[in-house]
């Protein structure tokens, strides 16, 4: 089963084979889908900030019958950009643009972390506001997606690293793995400083959805987050039924990643003990427990300055769960996993 997974992970993740290529691909435009670039670009946010999001509604449902029978994931996006704005400011949304998401969504969700992250392009990001709120919002995703980037190398190096029984291999497979991570912290601490205007000019997009009641785009459906931690020590108690729960807001490729290594169970942990504890593995073992848990703290240290409603009795965050309260759980759970690590016996 484990040599399964390790093959399909590449294919997995559009960030992991492939990143910079995939991107220039989805920049291109193509047909009649120039237009309604174009206007997501440019004319959405300029709307939205001068309170005129009918003009939105109205552009839709002029537009929407010249796109193309075939959509890629960008002109999803834009579509799924279109119809957030409409949802959260409390416009009228044209029953054509509905059905179209519902079905090239599969029911949605409509907008997704996947989609906001890693499907909207570095050179043409985009984004519900502009200006100094633009720019925060353009580098908030872009944060997210060096994070998803570098926990996909790092990733790959466990899986490389788990496929050797050599020693010597499996801890040369992990070399450069401390820097492929560091960007979770570094990024996160530098989401912590925005300017929390700023980020509450965009946020209340990222919302769940008004209408549908689907879970907003959140870092909650981070998928490199939940692999990282499943190589390392597999999932906690909770995870399968969020996943069952809540699969829908991933994207394919990384739920069946995911859902794979939870089948599979083989951890880096269990595998250094397997080797009899190489000293190299064991100090990335350690590096990446206290990275894990110094990334819970500093994403609630975060959360508490960006907004702090959040946090309250009843505060929900952008995935529409109790934001406090889960943020405090994950925390416990990630240092009791930590404290019940098996220690090496002299």
């Known amino acids: 089963m484990f040599a399964l997974v390790t093959l399909a992970f590449p294919e997995s993740f559009c960030f992991f084979k492939g990143l910079a290529k995939k991107i220039c691909r989805q920049e291109k435009t193509q047909g009649d889908t120039m237009e309604l670039q174009r206007f997501v670009l440019e004319m959405l946010p300029q709307l939205l900030e001068c309170g005129n999001a009918a003009a939105i509604a109205v552009w839709a449902r002029e537009h929407l019958q010249q796109l193309p029978a075939s959509r890629d994931e960008l002109t999803v996006l834009d579509l799924s950009m279109i119809e957030t704005s409409l949802a959260h400011s409390g416009v009228p949304i044209p029953a054509s ?22 499907v909207n392009p570095a050179q043409a990001t985009r984004c519900f506001t502009r200006g100094p709120s633009g720019e925060a919002e353009r580098a908030f995703y872009l944060a997210h997606k060096e994070i998803e980037h570098g926990l996909a190398m790092a990733c790959a190096k466990i899986m490389k690293a788990l496929g050797h029984t050599d020693p010597q291999q499996a801890c040369n497979a992990l070399h450069g793995i401390e ?38 785009p959140s870092g909650l459906f981070s998928p490199g987050v939940y692999l990282l931690e499943l190589l390392l020590r597999g999932p ?4 399968p039924q969020f996943f069952a729960n809540r699969g829908t ?54 959360v508490r300055k960006q907004i702090p409603q959040a946090l309250t009795p009843g505060g929900t965050g952008t995935a529409g769960e109790s934001a406090g309260q889960f943020l405090r759980d994950r925390m416990r759970e990630s240092k009791a996993s930590h404290r019940n690590q098996p220690t090496k016996r002299e």
């Open 97 to 118: 643009l509905t059905s179209l998401l519902m079905n090239l969504t599969n029911g949605g969700p409509f907008l997704t972390y996947h989609q906001l992250v890693m």
């Open 179 to 216: 820097h492929d991570t560091s960007v979770l912290i570094e990024n996160t601490r530098h989401l912590a400083g925005m300017n929390p205007e700023h980020f509450a000019a965009f946020r209340g997009y990222l919302a769940s959805h008004p209408v549908h009641g689907f879970p907003g």
């Open 236 to 239: 906690q108690s909770t995870w």
């Open 249 to 302: 807001c991933f994207d394919n490729e990384s739920l069946r990643s995911i859902t794979g290594a939870m089948e599979d169970g083989h951890t880096l942990t269990a595998h250094m003990i397997s080797l009899d504890w190489p000293p190299r593995m064991h100090e990335v073992v350690r590096f990446l427990e206290t990275l894990l848990d110094s990334f819970r703290g500093h994403h609630y240290k975060a």
